[in-house]
């Protein structure tokens, strides 16, 4: 089925671990966005990319890199994970910024 | 001041009811304006989307729009079981989407 596909679904990591969560979408869209959603905080953008080639960072930005790797995906690294980086990790893509998002599965993730 | 402010709920209402959802915004260029629906465990679904003030109606769900007051809303109607999860409000500011913290609604039946 067409849409945004995020791997992997499930993370355990150990404080200091990195790793790298894929997203890819099959939709043409041209805006990728890595939100992260933690209970009572709603969701919060952390990196987003508005066409090929470009990225920016959004409300939460630290302690995370991105790459917008061609035009379906746009991948998330953790270089040295925390605790604090526990959270519900979505992946979406719109066709341009004002239309809306669709989401993918999400991932979370846990560090201990 | 939150950009996006929504009241977190928890809402109930008895099946075949009208759920009433709230939401107010702070940056008045704001131009876009959407409802998501989010079931516990599962990532949020675009179910409605509002650019001009005024009302937008597809089948049981309407959107109201008020810019001058900055407030947008969403209406169930005939509520169902089904519709028991939680709802997103969300702008869009500059170049991204913001989102309020959610409303939880319970349908009873």
Excluded at chain 1, 49 to 60: L, P, R
Excluded at chain 2, 36 to 51: A, D, N, V
């Amino acid at each position: 089925n067409a849409g945004v596909t995020q791997t992997p679904k499930f993370q355990v990591l150990k404080t200091g671990q990195s790793m790298t969560l894929q997203c890819a979408q099959d939709m043409n869209h041209n805006s990728m966005y890595w939100y992260r959603q933690d209970p009572g905080m709603g969701l919060r953008l952390i990196y987003y990319s508005a066409s090929e080639g470009t990225t920016d960072k959004g409300e939460v930005p630290n302690g995370y890199n991105v790459s917008r790797l061609n035009k379906r995906e746009f991948s998330l690294r953790l270089e040295s994970a925390a605790p604090s980086q526990t959270s519900v990790y979505f992946c979406a893509s719109s066709e341009a910024g004002r239309y809306g998002y669709t989401f993918g599965s999400g991932t979370r993730l846990t560090v201990v | 001041q939150k950009e996006v402010e929504q009241n977190s709920g928890p809402l109930s209402v008895p099946e075949g009811a009208i759920a009433s959802l709230n939401c107010t915004y702070s940056d008045r260029v704001s131009q876009s304006f959407f409802w998501y629906r989010q079931y516990s465990g599962k990532s949020p679904e675009l179910i409605m989307s509002i650019y001009s003030n005024g009302d937008k109606e597809d089948g049981r769900f309407t959107a109201q729009l008020n810019k001058a007051s900055q407030y947008v809303s969403l209406l169930i109607r005939d509520s169902q079981p089904s519709d028991s999860a939680t709802y997103l409000c969300a702008v869009i500011l500059g170049n991204d989407m913001r989102f309020g913290a959610g409303t939880r609604l319970t349908v009873k039946p």
